[in-house]
């Protein structure tokens, strides 16, 4: 069943090494976690090659070409051959905005700080 056969997606991205276990895997796929072709996916669906996967983990959207279809876990140079990862690169660090923090033991903020707070995050 390796190669152009389709397989089940769940079972394709455990195999691929996207999720540690296929439950994992399928409960992704329940959650709307996973779209192939631009459709929502059940686990049961079938990929093939050529197929656009895209998956939410951890909060952040993979898509994902299918080389090769593949059944069984496999190595991670293997699993490599057999996805296109076309995912974006993550933003700089230096344009995501500095997170404000006060100092433990200050108590809560005052209406004017708060303000000034809404303002810095705004930005």
């Known amino acids: 069943m390796n190669g152009d056969s389709p397989v089940r997606i769940d079972a394709w991205l455990w195999a691929v090494r996207q999720f540690k276990t296929r439950s994992a895997a399928t409960a992704a796929c329940r959650a709307g976690h996973v779209r192939v072709n631009g459709e929502r996916a059940k686990a049961a669906q079938p ?5 656009e996967v895209r998956v939410r983990i951890a909060g952040f959207d993979r898509q994902l070409i299918v080389r090769r279809t593949l059944v069984k876990r496999v190595s991670a140079a293997v699993a490599a051959e057999a996805v296109d990862d076309r995912t974006p690169p993550p ?8 997170e404000v923090t006060r100092d433990r033991g200050a108590g809560r903020p005052t209406k004017r700080e708060r303000r ?6 705004r930005r």
């Open 47 to 51: 990929v093939r090659p050529g197929d």
């Open 116 to 121: 000034d707070l809404d303002r810095l995050r």
């Open 91 to 98: 933003p700089p660090r230096e344009s995501v905005a500095a």
